[in-house]
C-alpha cells in the first residue's frame, strides 16, 4: 500500500496529476474565499453599523481556513487509492492488482 503525503504520487500516472491539479484548484478556490472574508470583515470592523455583519465574516473565513487541511488530506487519500503503475512501485512491493487476487 502506498503511503500518505508521499510526494512521488502527485505525478505517478496522468490521473494522479489530474487529481492534483483538481484539488489544488479547490483549496485556492477556498483560500480566496476565506482571505476575502478576513478583508471584508476587517472594513467591517471601521463601522459600529456592520460590526456584526464583520464578526460573521470572521467566523466564515475561519471555518473557510480550517476546510483547506482537509482538502489536502481528501486529495491524499484519493491519491493513495488511486493504480500505480509497477515502475513507480518500491523494489520487491507487491502490485495492487496482486495484491487483490490474494
Known amino acids: 500500500m ?3 503525503f508521499e510526494h512521488s504520487l502527485r505525478t505517478a500516472t496522468a490521473q494522479h496529476a489530474e487529481a492534483v491539479r483538481k ?3 479547490y483549496r485556492t478556490v477556498v483560500e480566496f474565499l476565506a482571505a476575502l472574508m478576513f478583508l ?3 472594513v467591517f470592523f471601521l463601522y459600529d453599523s ?3 455583519a464583520g464578526t460573521w465574516l470572521f467566523v466564515i473565513g475561519s471555518v473557510l481556513f ?3 487541511p482537509a482538502i489536502r488530506l481528501m486529495l491524499e487519500l484519493r491519491l493513495v487509492n488511486l493504480p ?3 515502475e513507480f512501485r518500491p523494489y520487491g ?3 495492487r492488482d496482486k495484491d487483490r487476487s490474494r
Open 66 to 68: 480550517a476546510v483547506r
Open 93 to 95: 512491493a507487491p502490485s
Open 23 to 25: 484539488y489544488e484548484l
Open 40 to 42: 471584508i470583515g476587517s
Open 84 to 86: 500505480v503503475p509497477d
Open 50 to 52: 456592520l460590526m456584526y
Open 2 to 4: 502506498n503511503k500518505l
